[in-house]
């Protein structure tokens, strides 16, 4: 039996584990004030640091924004304050490498709708202005470990450019972090539908042959769009530096720091030969590389692996693309990466369904640790990778001196499906975790029982 994002005993079952983490957050003490200039020693919890060893017990001190050690030992200064969390698993925050927080928020309601665009070539757009720093689904996000994500733009072939933003802040502008980050391609479908037009349904069905001239004219309109942004980035080089502001183009001005190396480029593609085609494409143009959506990524391991390129794996839960694929090919798609010497992350992917389904990104991970990923491997692909490929691994992604003091802590394993993130704090400060879920966990507990006056 195959398994889906959507089957019934999934939801059902993530349904009464989330019944039991609200009433977990719904026990938790008050939030203590913070005071920037006073060190904080987090004690006694089991450490995982990610980029070394798990210190059990472990000791994280902090002052303001940053971590000042980490340690098995307690530091010999006394600290400000102590916070006691013996018997708990302290983690980094957790990073999604793609999604939508933010942009979405009710499939039904088209003004809450924000992840795509209209047009085909659209570089301009920069995804991170629009999030709704009060959408109901980051705080859902947040209760489950994860601190930070990257806000892509959705729509024709180049999309845009995303921005990191941080799960807490009050505007868009205190959440973004960094920005721009990546400019986002989704390669043309490289398949084709063989069925003869006259036994195919719908009257927009195409001949093969017409569906390859479409295919083809798609990759040229691409291939001539970078080719006109490489000849605009020439010209912008021997210009001075004091050009006109009435000379420049919006939409290559924006395409200037991928053309030239500066910034990758993340194409998403998941079929074989989309990515095959990926790879080539940017080779040729000398640009760097990120695959997302990766579904067939394992297909191809050795040639990613030897271009160094990583790949943001998506398609966990999803299943099997062929009849002859394995009902675990996908499960498995990440060891197979990994072996090869691939370096792979995890994500639920961009999208207004996939944001709800965001907080499950550990379970994604887990999934492929029970089916030959290591862990430490599966650790770093929630973590420490999409920090490195996003360029913030000086700031997140593991726990180290010097780094920001993002990280939660929960009562096991956060790639046990069972474990309930306890508390948790960004850039030092300790962030909430009640949601929408706590409050109607609160609200119908509390409901008058049946005949009550």
């Not at 006394?78 to 708990?88: A, M, N, S, T, Y």
């Amino acid at each position: 039996m195959s398994v889906t994002k959507s089957a019934p005993i999934c939801l059902a079952l993530l349904a009464m584990l989330l019944v039991s983490r609200a009433a977990a957050v719904a026990e938790k003490p008050p939030l203590a004030l913070w005071n920037p200039s006073e060190t904080v020693l987090h004690a006694g919890a089991t450490v995982h640091t990610v980029s070394g060893q798990t210190l059990a017990p472990g000791f994280v001190l902090t002052r303001g924004t940053k971590i000042l050690s980490v340690s098995p030992t307690a530091p010999s200064s006394k600290p400000d304050h102590i916070v006691d969390l013996k018997g708990l698993h302290l983690f980094p925050g957790l990073l999604l490498p793609t999604s939508s927080l933010g942009l979405t928020e009710i499939s039904a309601v088209r003004a809450t709708q924000d992840t795509t665009e209209t047009g085909s070539f659209t570089p301009d757009v920069r995804a991170w202005l629009a999030v709704n720093p009060d959408s109901e689904l980051i705080p859902v996000a947040r209760a489950n470990g994860i601190t930070h994500a990257l806000i892509l733009p959705l729509g024709g072939t180049v999309s845009g450019q995303s921005g990191v933003i941080s799960l807490a802040g009050w505007t868009s502008e205190e959440m973004t972090i960094k920005a721009p980050v990546a400019l986002h391609v989704f390669w043309p479908a490289m398949n084709l539908n063989v069925t003869p037009k006259e036994l195919a349904r719908g009257s927009k069905a195409k001949a093969p042959d017409e569906q390859a001239k479409e295919r083809s004219k798609r990759i040229k309109e691409l291939d001539d769009f970078f080719a006109e942004a490489q000849a605009y980035a020439s010209a912008r080089g021997v210009a001075p530096k004091d050009v006109k502001a009435a000379a420049m183009v919006p939409a290559w001005e924006a395409m200037l720091p991928f053309v030239r190396g500066e910034a990758p480029l993340m194409v998403h593609a998941n079929d074989v030969r989309q990515i095959k085609a990926a790879l080539a494409w940017a080779e040729s143009g000398k640009y760097k590389l990120i695959i997302a959506g990766g579904r067939d990524a394992w297909r191809v391991a050795e040639e990613l692996a030897a271009r160094k390129v990583p790949v943001i794996f998506e398609s966990t839960f999803d299943q099997p693309a062929r009849d002859t694929d394995a009902y675990d090919s996908h499960f498995k798609g990440a060891a197979t990466l990994h072996r090869a010497g691939v370096k792979v992350l995890f994500s639920e992917g961009p999208g207004a369904s996939n944001a709800t389904f965001a907080r499950n990104t550990p379970y994604s991970a887990a999934q492929a640790v029970a089916f030959g990923l290591p862990e430490a491997e599966a650790l770093k692909g929630l973590t420490l990778y999409p920090a490195q490929i996003l360029g913030l691994e000086s700031r997140l992604g593991s726990l180290d001196a010097g780094k920001e003091a993002t990280f939660f802590v929960s009562d096991g394993n956060i790639l046990d499906l069972r474990t309930t993130v306890k508390r948790m704090w960004i850039a030092g400060k300790e962030i909430p975790l009640d949601s929408r879920h706590t409050r109607l966990y609160e609200k119908y507990r509390n409901r008058p029982a049946p005949g009550a006056k």
